[in-house]
């Protein structure tokens, strides 16, 4: 097996993004993986576990004999053949187990007896996530950034769409940030989201760009934890402030959060099992905010918000869903909102209307098209 191929240059992969067969167990794969991996075991979760405790008990040798038991005859034709599919479809993908060891080698050996050699990645998975650390590391330290924020409602993630330099943290992560961002479909795992920002970051590091603009977050969008190291370069960027009426902020938070949210549900599930599952997203996002609203207003506003659904159910109109926002907006978010950005207002860079920040950024980049920062 010492003679089968390795490759090591990280970088490649992930600028060319170079297809992988991930070899580990499924439940490996899902806690977290790569954009460009496909799932194909050596071993199902029952068999690792299996091999694994044989490992812990008797040793190597004994655990080895095992896997072969275990993947051998028809099971071991069955994996190879799925094997020998994947890369007549992807001829140049790479394989990969947790650490470029056993179970990456073993595949690598039925390959090549069936005639087809590919590359192992020497480190295996451990080592690819490693360099995605070190990649996101390194940009959150030696880049530069700044942090767009504004109210409730300003829409500043619709604005990312407009800012050359923008990092979308809410898409990566399949959440819009808010007890209201949840999405359809669920969240990736946390790697998964750590995984995904860093590979941006390393392309477009790669392109010689050197500054980054990100709508302002908590540590947590959704169930996904930003990186540390990413976060606390945010929490000491400077700071643009998207200034919006409240009358426009309840209108955009009712077509993103009501509206929009309704025809994703109706996408993905149907009239029939989408409209509970979206009343219920609602109603649940109001009872996360019970213990910051005090019973009396959550029990108003929740109040409000079953007879908007009532009648959007009825008529399919979504207007009366702008009372319970406005008030939502009045008692808790913009008053939040005021106090956070009261104790940060020694960090801001700007301030203005949507199109005046926008301007701002243009200018900027236009300026400085790969910034200004020398080591990033």
Same mark, same amino acid.
């Given at each position: 097996?010492?003679?089968?191929?390795?490759?090591?240059?990280? $970088?490649?992969?992930?600028?060319?993004?170079?297809?992988?067969?991930d070899l580990r167990a499924p439940v490996e794969f899902k806690e977290g993986a790569f954009p460009t991996a496909v799932s194909l075991p050596l071993m199902t979760d029952e068999?690792?576990?299996?091999?694994?405790?044989?490992?812990? =008990?008797?040793?190597?040798?004994?655990?080895?004999?095992?896997?072969?038991?275990?993947?051998?005859? !028809?099971?071991?034709?069955?994996?190879?053949?799925?094997?020998?599919?994947?890369? #007549?479809?992807?001829?140049?993908?790479?394989?990969?187990?947790?650490?470029?060891?056993?179970?990456? =080698?073993?595949? =690598?050996?039925?390959?090549?007896?069936?005639?087809?050699?590919?590359?192992?990645? *020497?480190?295996?998975?451990?080592?690819?996530?490693?360099? +995605?650390?070190?990649?996101?590391?390194?940009?959150?330290?030696?880049?530069?950034? $700044?942090?767009?924020?504004?109210?409730?409602?300003?829409?500043?993630?619709?604005?990312?769409?407009?800012? !050359?330099?923008?990092?979308?943290?809410?898409?990566?992560?399949?959440?819009?940030?808010?007890?209201?961002?949840?999405?359809?479909?669920?969240?990736?795992? @946390?790697? @998964?989201?750590? @995984?995904?920002?860093?590979?941006?970051?390393?392309?477009?590091?790669?392109?010689?760009? *050197?500054?980054?603009?990100?709508?302002?977050?908590?540590?947590?969008?959704?169930?996904?934890?930003?990186?540390?190291?990413?976060?606390? *370069?945010?929490?000491?960027?400077p700071l643009v402030v998207v200034d919006v009426s409240q009358e426009e902020r309840a209108e955009q938070i009712?077509?993103?959060?009501?509206?929009?949210?309704?025809?994703?549900?109706?996408?993905?599930?149907?009239?029939?099992?989408?409209?509970?599952?979206?009343?219920?997203?609602?109603?649940?996002?109001?009872?996360?905010?019970?213990?910051? +609203?005090?019973?009396?207003?959550?029990?108003?506003?929740?109040?409000?918000?079953?007879?908007? +659904?009532?009648?959007?159910?009825?008529?399919?109109?979504? *207007?009366?869903?702008?009372?319970?926002? =406005?008030?939502?907006?009045? #008692?808790?978010?913009?008053?939040?909102?005021?106090?956070?950005?009261? @104790?940060?207002?020694?960090?801001?860079?700007?301030?203005?209307?949507?199109?005046?920040?926008?301007?701002?950024?243009?200018?900027?980049?236009?300026?400085?098209?790969?910034?200004?920062?020398?080591?990033?």
């Open positions: 097996m010492s003679d089968l191929p390795l490759v090591s240059d990280y $970088t490649r992969i992930f600028l060319e993004d170079v297809p992988l067969i068999e690792r576990a299996r091999v694994g405790t044989c490992y812990k =008990q008797e040793g190597q040798a004994a655990a080895i004999r095992l896997g072969h038991q275990l993947v051998g005859g !028809a099971v071991r034709a069955a994996r190879l053949d799925a094997w020998l599919t994947q890369l #007549r479809q992807q001829p140049d993908a790479l394989l990969y187990c947790f650490r470029g060891g056993l179970r990456s =080698q073993t595949v =690598q050996q039925w390959l090549a007896e069936a005639g087809v050699t590919r590359p192992r990645v *020497a480190g295996g998975y451990k080592e690819l996530r490693r360099f +995605l650390i070190d990649t996101q590391e390194s940009a959150a330290a030696q880049c530069g950034w $700044t942090v767009l924020t504004g109210m409730t409602g300003s829409g500043k993630t619709h604005m990312l769409e407009h800012i !050359a330099q923008a990092v979308d943290l809410e898409g990566h992560a399949h959440h819009r940030g808010s007890s209201f961002g949840q999405l359809p479909g669920g969240q990736p795992s @946390n790697i @998964n989201f750590e @995984n995904r920002i860093a590979i941006e970051l390393l392309k477009r590091r790669h392109r010689g760009e *050197a500054h980054f603009v990100v709508e302002d977050e908590s540590r947590l969008i959704g169930r996904c934890a930003l990186p540390l190291s990413l976060y606390e *370069a945010m929490c000491q960027a009712r077509i993103d959060y009501v509206q929009d949210l309704w025809l994703r549900y109706l996408e993905m599930y149907g009239q029939e099992a989408g409209w509970p599952l979206f009343a219920g997203y609602l109603t649940d996002a109001m009872a996360r905010l019970k213990r910051r +609203l005090g019973d009396k207003d959550h029990r108003e506003l929740d109040g409000l918000l079953q007879a908007a +659904l009532t009648e959007q159910a009825e008529t399919g109109q979504t *207007a009366a869903h702008l009372i319970w926002i =406005q008030l939502l907006l009045t #008692r808790y978010y913009d008053p939040m909102y005021r106090y956070q950005l009261d @104790n940060k207002r020694e960090r801001i860079l700007f301030r203005g209307d949507r199109q005046a920040c926008l301007a701002f950024f243009a200018e900027q980049h236009a300026l400085h098209p790969h910034q200004e920062s020398p080591t990033c």
